[in-house]
């Protein structure tokens, strides 16, 4: 599985959430949420192709599934899912896309896959670390598992901007949102969150 990631998360991150599972849990919930609401986003403003729409309901389902399976630890584990987290680093990569998107709307699609396929990116690395090095078995399996299916979510959205980026070196695009998000992801990695 080759992300390209420019700079790997430290593995004593980990240390950090062991710390606080409720609250990694709690933050890991609302980025299902979120993720599943961005692919209905996606949806409405890109109705026009229809492989698209269908994919992008399949992977709002599996993003409500996942939410689903966290709040079933979270209730089995005696925690509550706590009001959503607000997430910084998602937020910086917003404003990156918002900046970057020229005003056409091949510039806005494009833009949008590729800050979509950043965040599975990323979440799929940090699903890696947490299975790989979380002393709890029950976390660590649903991890790997939940990570497999983070890696085939970054594809669909890197396979769309390729697929419709018309006149856009996506290539070179995505080298771009490599360099910054190693940029952003550097400050990060000191609080229990997925992307904290």
Known sequence: MMLRLQLPTDPRWVNIVEKNIEEILT?????????????????????????????MLALAKEEIEHFEMVHEIIKKRGYKLGRERKDEYVGELAQY????????????????????????????????????????????????????????????????????????DVEKRWREWLEFEASVIARYGKSETIHG
């Not at 979380?134 to 697929?163: P, Q, V």
Request: with cysteine; hydrophobic share 35%.
């Open 27 to 55: 933050d890991h919930a609302w980025c299902e949420q979120k993720a599943a609401s961005n692919a209905i986003t996606i949806i409405t403003i890109n109705s026009e192709y229809p492989d698209l729409v269908t994919d």
């Open 97 to 168: 896309m918002k900046r970057s998107n020229t005003g056409s709307r091949v510039s806005g699609f494009v833009e949008r896959m590729l800050f979509s396929a950043m965040i599975e990116a990323r979440s799929c690395e940090r699903f890696k670390v947490l299975s790989e090095n979380i002393n709890d078995e029950e976390l660590s399996k649903f991890y790997w598992d939940l990570m497999e299916s983070e890696a085939g979510h970054y594809t669909t959205f890197i396979t769309y901007a390729r697929k419709y980026g018309h006149g856009i």
